[in-house]
């Protein structure tokens, strides 16, 4: 498996263990450890580059080596096994990574794994509240307050957005890119591993883009907020307008008003968890924890909505 990583900002060949693990933890992939299983003649590589808001690492130790990870809460990271193969210890499960192999990694996850002489390996680091942002921005709604990526391993699509996007991060001179272009990139890529890898997040019916910039705040405040009661005042001093003006706004961009666009949005919530997570067991928990206090009322506007009641998608779910 390969990719092509022609520019980058820094390179180490042939460099210590200590000096590898030094320049992980400095650029943002956690604490390393590597313990060599033989001796014998280093054939260390490295290449690290930063990309609007990631961290991006090409490396291969060159000999044996059990390596002890620990995440902190740096992000989330996307481990991709190159060459050779890795066996590793995580989520108190064993798993062989063979060349083609990937798997998310959780913020404060440590792993160790045993690497085999000719294993390489490429890791993406995603800062949490940026994969968080992208979830809200792409209209997705998460069953949990953290995102969670299933702890499987699954072959890297050698085809399609993913690998493309990366491959051309990898390539790509960044001054020859503005800021936003950066960023955006980021988000793409961001949205592609969502769409790759089995997680707690799904696509909610509202639209998330909206040509207002005060359309694109209030979605965001309220899924910042969204157990919390909202005020329609609360709203309105968001933006600095009046609470007329706010109607108007909301009529002239959504058709909806401010209270039934905020309904939608934690009924879209609340089919989230019921959907994906499995600490749920039943649909009083969910709709007291959106503010849904009259239970009736909560089953009819989320059939409504979402097409079903909420008892059929926790049943669903449970199966």
Not at 2 to 15: E, G, T
Not at 152 to 159: E, G, I, L, T
Not at 176 to 182: N, V
Not at 307 to 319: A, H, I, K, M, V
């Amino acid at each position: 498996m390969r990719f092509d990583f022609s520019v980058y900002d820094l390179q180490a060949v042939d460099a210590s263990t200590q000096t590898l693990a030094s320049i992980l933890f400095n650029k943002g992939f956690g604490e390393y450890h590597f313990t060599e299983k033989t001796r014998q003649q280093k054939q260390s590589t490295l290449k690290f580059k930063a990309f609007g808001g990631l961290s991006i690492v090409e490396y291969g130790v060159g000999i044996a080596s059990y390596v002890s990870m620990s995440n902190a809460d740096l992000g989330y990271q996307l481990h991709v096994v190159l060459t050779g193969h890795s066996t590793e210890q995580c989520h108190n499960s064993g798993r062989m990574l063979r060349a083609g192999d990937s798997m998310m990694i959780m913020p404060k996850e440590q792993m160790i794994s045993y690497d085999s002489t000719d294993c390489k390996k490429l890791i993406v680091t995603i800062p949490t509240e940026f994969l968080h942002q992208t979830v809200r921005e792409f209209g997705y709604f998460c069953a949990t307050e953290q995102i969670h990526f299933a702890p499987v391993v699954s072959r890297f699509p050698m085809a399609g957005p993913l690998f493309n996007l990366l491959n051309d991060m990898l390539q790509q001179d960044k001054s020859a890119l503005g800021e936003r272009a950066l960023v955006y990139y980021c988000k793409l890529l961001s949205g592609a591993i969502l769409n790759v890898f089995h997680n707690t997040v799904v696509p909610g019916s509202l639209s998330a883009e909206s040509l207002h910039r005060h359309i694109t705040r209030i979605r965001h405040y309220v899924l910042d907020n969204i157990t919390t009661d909202i005020t329609i005042e609360e709203l309105a001093h968001l933006c600095q307008i009046s609470r007329k003006s706010l109607y108007n706004l909301f009529e002239r961009e959504t058709g909806l008003t401010p209270s039934t666009y905020v309904r939608r949005l934690k009924l879209e919530s609340a089919h989230a968890e019921l959907k994906n997570n499995e600490r749920i067991k039943n649909v009083t928990q969910v709709a007291l924890k959106y503010g849904f206090t009259n239970l009736g009322r909560f089953s009819a506007q989320y059939r409504e909505q979402i097409g079903e009641l909420p008892s059929q998608t926790l049943r669903d779910f449970s199966y």
